[in-house]
């Protein structure tokens, strides 16, 4: 499976709504996704923030998961452990 293009990604308004990444070697933005479409409406612009957040989002649930396992344990009653195994899950389902 492809990796992902790195981040950070941020939404572009123009002629048509861009997720874009950084910028290649030669200092063009990386389209990520785009809506070719001359008008969008809330809901693609709303889609597009979440989708331009990804990045960040992965990196931040990564981090999470990886302090909860050092700092939590199933065997305790208190312990997040089934949401940690949730979490876990998704970042799979996200990176393979």
């Known amino acids: ?5 790195p981040g950070p990604w941020r ?3 123009g002629n048509r709504l861009e997720i874009r990444g950084p910028r290649d070697e030669i200092g063009w933005p ?5 809506n ?3 008008h969008t409406d809330e809901t ?3 889609n597009a923030r ?3 957040a990804a990045p960040e989002l992965l990196a ?3 981090a ?7 700092h939590t344990s199933p065997r305790d009653d208190n312990s997040p452990h089934l949401l940690l195994i949730a979490a876990m899950e998704v970042i799979t389902k996200a990176t393979d």
């Not at 999470?64 to 050092?70: A, F, K, N, V």
């Open 1 to 5: 499976m492809a990796k992902h293009t």
């Open 50 to 52: 979440l989708i331009a």
């Open 30 to 34: 990386v389209p990520v996704v785009y």
């Open 36 to 38: 070719a479409g001359l």
């Open 44 to 46: 693609d612009q709303a």
């Open 11 to 13: 939404v572009a308004y």
């Open 60 to 62: 931040a649930l990564q």
């Open 64 to 70: 999470l998961t990886d302090w909860g396992r050092e």
